[in-house]
């Protein structure tokens, strides 16, 4: 067995056809000699460095680093059982450039092999980061499961006291005031309504094709903001149709783009304000620790002022805000929508250009 967190659920040993598995791994994945000499690279290997498996089969892994007295250095501690894995961050060589990983290497049990698992930095950075978005996302659902049942009961009853206190009083001024009671009731059981609402529709599966959804969407945002706003389509028109719900991913994308045009109001007044919807087809891509072939990447891309920096980390929380009035509940519905197709939503913002990403697993 493999003693090391580098996937060690399964035994690799000296048979070659267990390491087939390797190929369902997101990261890229080596067998090696305790010499460095290469036996096995999985199909991220091969989907990054460009080359088919066979080629890289009998070469050193030293050729591929840029600092391989890394290697050096981790090859001679698992030769004398120094370690049951070693981690190190170096450089890959892809092509002309350099790809910063985090290496992990550890020793085969049984058999004079290594297994290296490599990460890039940056995608390292991006499962963490999605690991805290999924917590986080558990964490709301429950919260305003609590919290809603505890407003519930007590807003009725103040509803309905507010309802015969009106029937019993002739001042004007006074119905006025259980008016305002009553009013404040209803809105806030429509806030609680609107937080409950992912949790509470069925989810309704049937065939979603992408650009139905990007064409509903472009027709409503023009019709609210018909002067001044450009929504631009650049499809990729080979995307194969998938299994979704069509009104709740009509939502989510209807919410990131009326967030953007909101945004845009300064850039309407002068005639440039710009919206983008973009589908591409995403491979080899990783969501909640999944990894699939083929995934959806779309984007809604603004050419607005960008997020406030002291926002983005909070920006899918419920009842997070940038615009005043807002309700804070348009960017926690749509992740929450998407994560119910196993997607997740990303964004990358700087003053001139935000961009949302959704991704969601094709078949």
């Known amino acids: 067995m493999i003693r090391s967190a580098v996937p060690a659920s399964a035994s690799f040993g000296l048979d070659p056809s267990a390491w087939q598995g390797l190929d369902l791994m997101a990261s890229m994945v080596w067998v090696a ?3 460095g000499q290469i036996l096995f690279a999985n199909t991220a290997v091969q989907e990054l460095l460009g080359l088919p498996r066979h080629l890289f089969v009998g070469q050193s892994l030293r050729d591929w680093l840029e600092q391989p007295a890394d290697l050096d250095h981790a090859l001679q501690g698992a030769r004398q ?3 049951a894995a070693l981690r190190c961050d170096t450089l890959l060589k892809v092509g002309q450039d350099s790809l910063l990983v985090h290496m992990v290497l550890a020793p085969i049990e049984g058999c004079d092999q290594v297994l290296v698992e490599m990460l890039p930095i940056e995608q390292q950075t991006r499962q963490q980061r999605e690991g805290r978005l999924m917590e986080q996302a558990s964490a709301n659902k429950e919260l305003i499961r609590n919290l809603a049942h505890e407003i519930k009961n007590p807003l009725g009853g103040i509803r ?6 009106q029937m019993e009083v002739d001042s004007r001024d006074l119905i006025e005031y259980t008016q305002v009671i009553i009013r404040e009731a209803d809105r806030l059981q429509t806030l609680v309504d609107r937080l409950l609402e992912p949790h509470r529709k069925p989810h309704v599966v049937g065939n979603v094709n992408i650009h139905e959804v990007c064409e509903r969407v472009r027709s409503l945002i023009l019709a609210e903001f018909p002067r001044g706003l450009q929504v631009v389509r650049d499809y990729d028109t080979s995307l194969p149709e998938f299994r979704g719900d069509l009104e709740q991913l009509i939502q989510t994308v209807l919410n990131i783009a009326h967030n953007a045009a909101q945004a845009l109001n300064s850039r309407m007044e002068s005639g440039d304000a710009r919206i983008t919807l973009r589908t591409r087809v995403a491979r080899q891509v990783t969501l909640g620790k999944q990894r699939y072939k083929l995934a959806l990447e779309l984007h809604v891309i603004d ?3 960008g997020i406030p ?3 983005k980390d909070r920006l899918f929380l419920p009842l997070v805000s940038g615009r005043e009035g807002g309700s804070g509940l348009g960017l926690h519905l749509a992740q929450t929508f998407v994560q119910q197709h196993h997607g997740l939503i990303e964004f990358e913002s700087e003053p001139g250009r935000t961009d ?8």
Request: aromatic share 12%; net charge negative; charged share 10%.
């Open 81 to 83: 059982g120094d370690f």
């Open 303 to 305: 050419n607005g002022p």
């Open 160 to 165: 309905g006291a507010a309802q015969l206190l």
């Open 309 to 311: 920096s002291a926002l």
């Open 356 to 363: 949302f990403k959704i991704f969601i697993p094709l078949p």
């Open 33 to 35: 000699q305790l010499d």
